[in-house]
C-alpha cells in the first residue's frame, strides 16, 4: 500500500514539474485535400497536459463528433539522463459542406495557468464524384453492393515531367504518380521494368515508405493519388529525347462477387475478398533539350544551375616549409555533381597537392542542392613575397539563359626563412641553401690487420644432396599435377559442383534466416526459410528449380539411401513453412525449433548422400 501511495505521489508532484520544464508544443493536422459529403479528421496533439482545450469556429463544415481525447506517456533513459515525454490528442470528425478552400484559425488550451494557441490550417474541399452520384441516384440512394469494375479510367500512372524543354545539364523532375478510384482498395504498386533513361544522367529521390495519399478532382471525378518514384534527370547531350514506358504491377483488393449463397463455412474461410494483381503502362516522355550558348566563357567546365561562392585562404605570412590551404565553397542548386574545381595558379617553386573535395548534397524536389568544398593545399619552399593570381568559375544560368562568372580573388602571401635555412642572393633572385652540417667522417682506412682467411667452398651441384632436391621438387611438382588436373575436371561438372556447394550455399541462406529470426520477422523468416531448403534440394539432389516437388524430392531420397524418418521430417518443415506464409495470423510452429529442425535436417542428408 506504501508503494502504491510513493507512485501516486510521484505522478501527481513530480511529473508535471518535468514537463512544464520542456518546451510546449501545440500542432494542429488535417487530411489534404477532402472531399464534400466525406468525414474527415483534424487532429490537435500538445506534448504537455493542460485544461479547458477549446476548439474554434468550423465555418462551412460541420462538427460530427468530438473531441475525443485520449494520452500517453513515457519515461526515456539516454546516458543516464531520464526524460519523460507527454502527448495529449484531440480529435474531431468534420464534414465539408461546400467546394473551395478555408481556413482553420487555431485552437486554444491552457497549460500552467498561461493560454497556449495552435497553428491555424488551410483545408482544400474536392466535389464529390460526379459518377459515383450519378450511381447513386440510379440505384435510387441504395450503395451498390458489387464490386466495382476497373477500367483504364478507374486505375493508371501519370509520367509527370517538372519541364519538357530545357537546356543541357538543367535539372528534370520526374515522377511517376498512380491514380485509382478512391472505392478501390490498393495493397501495394511496384515497378517491374524501368526505362534505360538514354541520354539522361539520373539521380532518384527517396520516396517515404509510408506514402501520403492525397486526392484530386479530374475532370469530376476523385482520384486518391500516390507518388511511385520520383528522380531528378539532366539531359547529356541536346536534341528530342525520348523517355519510354515503364511498367508497374499493382495488387488490388476487391470484393469477391458469389453466384451461390453464402454457408456456414464461408465464416470460418472469409473468401469475400480477393487479391488481384494488375499490371500497368506509363505513357513514354518526349523532352526537347536546347545545347548551351556557344560563347562560353574559359573558365566553364559544364556547371548549370544557381550558384554561390566563398574563398578563404588559411594563412597569408608564414616561413618556408609551412603549408597553406585556400578553401573554395561553392553553394547552390543544379548539377553539383558535375561541378569541376577551379584551376588555381600557385606561384612556382610551390609543391601543390591535389585538392581534397567534401561533397554535402541532398537531392530534393527542385534537383540536387547543397555545397562542394574544395581545399588546395600548397607547400612554399623558398622565401620572399608571392601572389596566388585571381581564378574565376563560371556556371550556365538556365533562368536567364547567361553564363554568370564567379570571381576567387587573388591573394598575397609572405614566406619568411624556415627554421634551419640561409639565403644567398644572386641578382634579384633569393636562392636557399641548406647549412653544411658535418654528419661523420665519411672516408674509412682500410685495416691492414687482423685478416681471417675463410675456407673456399665445394658447390653442391653434382653431389647426392642436389639430385635428392631436384627429385623433391619434381615430385611436388607432379602431386600439384594431378590435383589441379583433378580439381579442374570436377569443377567442368556443374552437376558436381553443385552437389558438393549445396551445404555451405545452404549454410550460407540460413544465416539470413537467422537474422531474420533474431528480429522476430516472422513472415520474412518463413519465406526465407522455406527459399534456403527448395534451393538446397536442387543443388545436392540436381533437380531443376521447376521439377521440384515433394514426392519427386522424397523419392530421390530414398534412392540415394536417406530414410524414412529424414524424408517424414523434410515434408514437415516444408507443411510448416507453407502453411506460416499462407495463413500468417495462424498458431506455427516456434521460428526457433523450425530453425533447429533444418540444420538437422541438413547434417542428416549430407551425411547419406556423398
Not at 125 to 140: A, C, F, I, M, R
Not at 351 to 370: H, L, M, Q, R
Not at 521 to 531: D, I, R, W
Not at 547 to 560: F, G, I, S, Y
Request: glycine fraction near 4%.
Amino acid at each position: 500500500m506504501k508503494t502504491y501511495k510513493i507512485i501516486i505521489l510521484f505522478i501527481v508532484g513530480v511529473l508535471p514539474i518535468f514537463v512544464s520544464a520542456q518546451q510546449v508544443v501545440f500542432r494542429a493536422s488535417a487530411q489534404q485535400p477532402v472531399i464534400v459529403g466525406e468525414p474527415f479528421q483534424i487532429v490537435y496533439e500538445i506534448n504537455s497536459n493542460g485544461q479547458s482545450f477549446r476548439a474554434p469556429e468550423f465555418n462551412n463544415f460541420e462538427v460530427l463528433a468530438g473531441p475525443f481525447t485520449s494520452s500517453s506517456s513515457a519515461i526515456n533513459i539516454v546516458n543516464g539522463q531520464q526524460s519523460i515525454s507527454i502527448l495529449n490528442t484531440y480529435t474531431l470528425t468534420l464534414l465539408a459542406s461546400t467546394v473551395g478552400t478555408f481556413s482553420i484559425p487555431p485552437a486554444s488550451i491552457i497549460v500552467a495557468d498561461k493560454k497556449v494557441t495552435s497553428n491555424g490550417l488551410s483545408i482544400k474541399v474536392l466535389p464529390p464524384d460526379e459518377k459515383s452520384k450519378q450511381q447513386q441516384q440510379n440505384s435510387g440512394g441504395r450503395a451498390n453492393s458489387s464490386a466495382p469494375t476497373i477500367s483504364s479510367n478507374d486505375l493508371y500512372i501519370k509520367t509527370i515531367a517538372s519541364r519538357t524543354t530545357v537546356f543541357e545539364q538543367e535539372a528534370i523532375v520526374l515522377t511517376y504518380k498512380l491514380y485509382i478510384n478512391p472505392s478501390i482498395a490498393l495493397v501495394n504498386c511496384v515497378a517491374k521494368k524501368m526505362p534505360d533513361f538514354q541520354g539522361f544522367m539520373k539521380q532518384d529521390i527517396e520516396i517515404p515508405q509510408n506514402r501520403q495519399i492525397n486526392y484530386e478532382n479530374i475532370d469530376g471525378r476523385n482520384f486518391a493519388t500516390v507518388e511511385l518514384y520520383k528522380t531528378v534527370l539532366y539531359a547529356q547531350q541536346s536534341g528530342t529525347l525520348r523517355i519510354e514506358t515503364a511498367q508497374f504491377e499493382a495488387v488490388l483488393r476487391l470484393e469477391n462477387k458469389r453466384n451461390q449463397p453464402r454457408s456456414i463455412f464461408d465464416d470460418i474461410f472469409d473468401d469475400s475478398y480477393v487479391d488481384v494483381n494488375r499490371s500497368i503502362t506509363t505513357p513514354a516522355a518526349t523532352i526537347n533539350v536546347t545545347a548551351l550558348p556557344a560563347e562560353k566563357p574559359p573558365s566553364f567546365s559544364g556547371a548549370v544551375g544557381q550558384y554561390a561562392l566563398t574563398s578563404s585562404i588559411s594563412a597569408q605570412n608564414i616561413k618556408a616549409n609551412e603549408a597553406i590551404t585556400l578553401t573554395v565553397v561553392i553553394t547552390g542548386t543544379g548539377n553539383m555533381k558535375m561541378i569541376t574545381p577551379p584551376e588555381i595558379k600557385f606561384p612556382a617553386g610551390f609543391e601543390v597537392y591535389d585538392p581534397k573535395i567534401t561533397n554535402d548534397f541532398k537531392t530534393a524536389n527542385n534537383g540536387v542542392s547543397g555545397s562542394k568544398t574544395i581545399e588546395y593545399m600548397a607547400i612554399a619552399r623558398e622565401q620572399g613575397q608571392y601572389e596566388i593570381p585571381e581564378s574565376a568559375f563560371s556556371y550556365f544560368n538556365p533562368a536567364n539563359g547567361n553564363y554568370t562568372t564567379l570571381q576567387i580573388p587573388a591573394c598575397q602571401l609572405i614566406i619568411n626563412k624556415g627554421d634551419g635555412n640561409t639565403t644567398a642572393t644572386v641578382g634579384d633572385s633569393d636562392i636557399n641553401r641548406q647549412e653544411i652540417k658535418q654528419i661523420g667522417n665519411d672516408i674509412r682506412y682500410i685495416n691492414p690487420n687482423n685478416f681471417k682467411l675463410i675456407k673456399e667452398e665445394i658447390p653442391l651441384v653434382g653431389t647426392a644432396s642436389a639430385w635428392l632436391m631436384y627429385l623433391i621438387a619434381l615430385f611436388v611438382a607432379l602431386l600439384l599435377f594431378f590435383i589441379l588436373r583433378k580439381t579442374a575436371k570436377e569443377n567442368s561438372d556443374s552437376r558436381l559442383v553443385r552437389t558438393k556447394r549445396a551445404n555451405k550455399v545452404a549454410v550460407k541462406r540460413l544465416k539470413a534466416a537467422k537474422k531474420l529470426l533474431a528480429a522476430n520477422n516472422k513472415e520474412a523468416f518463413y519465406e526465407e526459410t522455406l527459399k534456403s531448403v527448395w534451393n538446397y534440394l536442387s543443388d545436392k539432389l540436381n533437380i531443376l528449380p521447376s521439377e521440384l516437388t515433394k514426392d519427386k524430392v522424397a523419392n530421390t531420397l530414398a534412392e540415394k539411401g536417406v530414410d524414412a524418418q529424414t524424408v517424414e521430417q523434410l515434408k514437415n518443415i516444408l507443411n510448416t513453412c507453407e502453411f506460416a506464409r499462407y495463413a500468417p495470423n495462424a498458431d506455427h510452429k516456434e521460428m526457433g525449433n523450425l530453425y533447429e529442425d533444418v540444420i538437422d535436417l541438413t547434417g542428416k542428408i549430407e551425411d547419406t548422400v556423398k
